[in-house]
């Protein structure tokens, strides 16, 4: 359980090793971008922690109710290194209404900078298992790069998707 906002960073960056091995195994420097680092909570209490932890550690929190739980989209003052970029945004998520979540980190999503959608996801399915994740707000394509760790494909930045909705 993270309690300190140096224990936030510390395990983001564990999280963003096997990512890193991966984002230069597949050679995306350059042509993918990573947009944000999702933390799941398993219960109200661990995502108010966080919340609490990261309020002042943010130039902003928007947060939204997606598929029946709470999701808060932060932006870090500090970023995390990847070899993707730095990611500047956090997904905190709440508990799912089924009680699957564990705490800890769950995926980073990329968008293509310079390649199609189909193009980064041709790239992946060439040597990983690449799996459609439809859900009623975006489909991804994710990959598994260990410890339920997932490399999630997407179409753009989530930013812009919240725009949108907020418009």
Same mark, same amino acid.
């Given at each position: 359980?993270?309690?300190?906002?140096?224990? +936030?960073?510390?395990? $983001?960056?564990?999280?963003?090793?096997? +990512?890193?091995? +991966?984002? &230069?195994?597949?050679?995306?420097?350059?042509?993918?971008?990573?947009?944000?680092?999702? !933390?799941?909570?398993?219960?109200?209490?661990?995502?108010?922690?966080?919340?609490?932890?990261?309020?002042?550690?943010?130039?902003?929190?928007?947060?939204? @109710?997606?598929?029946?739980?709470? @999701? $808060?989209? /932060?932006?870090?003052?500090?970023?995390?290194?990847? $070899?993707?970029?730095? @990611?500047?945004?956090?997904?905190?998520?709440?508990?799912?209404?089924?009680?699957?979540?564990?705490?800890? +980190?769950?995926?980073?999503?990329?968008?293509?900078?310079?390649?199609? !959608?189909?193009?980064?996801?041709?790239?992946?399915?060439?040597?990983? #298992?690449?799996?459609?994740?439809?859900?009623?707000?975006? #489909?991804?394509? =994710?990959? =598994?790069?260990? &410890?339920?760790?997932?490399?999630?494909?997407?179409?753009?930045?989530? /930013?812009?998707? @919240?725009?949108?909705?907020?418009?």
């Amino acid at each position: 359980m993270i309690k300190t906002l140096e224990e +936030f960073y510390t395990e $983001a960056e564990k999280s963003t090793r096997s +990512f890193d091995d +991966f984002a &230069n195994k597949h050679d995306l420097q350059g042509k993918t971008k990573a947009d944000h680092i999702c !933390y799941k909570c398993d219960s109200a209490q661990s995502f108010e922690r966080i919340w609490a932890l990261l309020e002042s550690a943010s130039e902003y929190i928007y947060q939204s @109710i997606i598929s029946q739980r709470r @999701i $808060a989209y /932060i932006k870090l003052k500090k970023g995390i290194s990847t $070899a993707l970029g730095e @990611i500047r945004f956090l997904e905190l998520s709440d508990q799912k209404p089924d009680g699957s979540q564990k705490n800890g +980190f769950d995926h980073i999503e990329v968008f293509p900078t310079t390649l199609t !959608y189909g193009e980064m996801v041709k790239i992946l399915e060439q040597s990983e #298992t690449v799996v459609k994740v439809e859900r009623p707000h975006h #489909t991804t394509h =994710d990959v =598994d790069i260990g &410890n339920g760790f997932i490399f999630r494909c997407t179409h753009g930045p989530l /930013i812009e998707k @919240i725009k949108t909705e907020m418009i």
